[in-house]
Antibody, heavy 123, light 112 residues
Framework: EVQLVESGGGLVQPGGSLRLSCEAA????????MSWVRQAPGKGLEWVAN????????YYVDSVKGRFTISRDNAKNSLYLQMSSLRAEDTAVYYC????????????????WGQGTLVTVSS | QSVLTQPPSASGTPGQRVTISCSGS????????VYWYQQFPGAAPKLLIY???QRPSGVPDRFSGSKSGTSASLAISRLRSEDEADYYC?????????????FGGGTKLTVL
């Protein structure tokens, strides 16, 4: 059974930093593209970033470029999202998701999702 | 404002067929796969349709997807009360300014 467990969310002040983690189990983590998708309270889904199986390719939504960094450690079956210069509009539940197809032109087939971790940016 | 455009709401009565549209452009729906997700309040999204019209194992055949040009649709036939949820379309966008996955704004389906 695939398991994705996010952690690291919490309350942070504007301008602050936070690192999210996603621990994967039940599948060969190093064989899949992985993504972070977020959902602001009462709003729709927004893809944040994804990373290739070996970490050599990364893509970001424009609103987080230069502030967020996605990374992975295949030896630890873990995905990360380092967030800095946080803004109020970054407040959301952050999900990690396994992309069954992955890669440019095919990405978006999120077969498995974590339960999400809430990030609140407020003073 | 989302890159993919969905109606904010849709409704139907049990047994009816409803469709939810998703409009995009040549850089996303027009050239890449479309995916559909179902989300209940407080829960993570669930993949409903992949590669435009394919159903993952376990998804009832009441759900079907289609794509034509730069638009896609999700159809739900024989509507049931438990179908009341939010539905999102998604696709890869080849935009030169920033390729990535784009979602529709979501459609809240109400079963009357």
């Amino acid at each position: 059974e695939v398991q994705l467990v996010e952690s690291g969310g919490g309350l942070v002040q504007p301008g602050g930093s936070l690192r999210l983690s996603c621990e994967a189990a039940g599948f060969t983590f190093r064989s899949y593209w992985m993504s972070w998708v977020r959902q602001a309270p009462g709003k729709g889904l927004e893809w944040v970033a994804n990373i290739k199986e070996d970490g050599s390719e990364k893509y970001y939504v424009d609103s987080v470029k230069g502030r967020f960094t996605i990374s992975r450690d295949n030896a630890k079956n873990s995905l990360y999202l380092q967030m800095s210069s946080l803004r109020a509009e970054d407040t959301a539940v952050y999900y990690c998701a396994k992309d069954l197809l992955g890669g440019p032109s095919k990405a978006g087939m999120f077969q498995d999702w974590g339960q999400g971790t809430l990030v609140t940016v407020s003073s | 404002q989302s890159v993919l455009t969905q109606p904010p709401s849709a409704s139907g009565t049990p047994g009816q067929r409803v469709t939810i549209s998703c409009s995009g452009s040549s850089s996303n729906i027009g050239s890449n796969y479309v995916y559909w997700y179902q989300q209940f309040p407080g829960a993570a999204p669930k993949l409903l349709i992949y590669k435009n019209n394919q159903r993952p194992s376990g998804v009832p055949d009441r759900f079907s997807g289609s794509k034509s040009g730069t638009s896609a649709s999700l159809a739900i036939s024989r509507l049931r009360s438990e179908d009341e949820a939010d539905y999102y379309c998604a696709a890869w966008d080849d935009s030169l300014s920033g390729p990535g996955v784009v979602f529709g704004g979501g459609t809240k389906l109400t079963v009357l």
